[in-house]
């Protein structure tokens, strides 16, 4: 079984933490591997909540796609991204905690389509929200980085 070069994961975690989505949503790739993601999201009343003082469900969806994305990546070839076909998920219960959590899950990767779960909890534990999210794999769309990546898997 291959395993990820950790200096690669290293790398492309700090630049999407860097990148405009991922800083105005406070989202964080926290790790991620062949078959699963960490996702968290430091909760701003300010700038998560929807009028009624809960986390908005933008903000699900936006961490369900996120950590579905990352928990298919870990497994596909070098040189090969991914971009999302759907997206689909329940709500279980609203929140105004300070932290969102997202752990996903590779569930079956073809030659042109990936498949992840996601289930979000709060601080506590308490289970929030699940969804599922199919991905598109699309060949030679890599990382825009001014220096080489080091290989993806050792």
């Not at 926290?30 to 986390?55: A, M, R, T, Y």
């Not at 534990?125 to 080489?148: Q, R, W």
């Amino acid at each position: 079984m291959r395993k990820i070069n950790p200096e690669y994961i290293s790398l492309v975690s700090k630049a999407t933490n860097a990148s405009s989505y991922f800083k105005l949503l406070n989202m964080r790739l926290i790790d991620f591997d062949i078959g699963s993601s960490k996702i968290e999201i430091d909760v701003d009343p300010n700038k998560h909540f929807q009028p009624f003082c809960n986390v908005h469900g933008g903000v699900y969806a936006s961490i369900i796609d996120a950590a579905a994305f990352w928990a298919v990546y870990g497994q596909v070839d070098e040189n090969v991204g991914m971009t999302s076909v759907d997206l689909k998920l329940n709500y279980l219960s609203a929140t105004n905690g300070l932290k969102l959590i997202a752990h996903g899950k590779k569930i079956k990767l073809g030659r042109t389509l990936g498949y992840g779960q996601v289930q979000v909890t709060d601080e506590t534990g308490k289970i929030l929200a699940h969804g599922t999210s199919t991905l598109m794999i699309v060949p030679d769309l890599n990382f825009k980085f001014d220096e080489p990546l080091p290989p993806k898997f050792l």
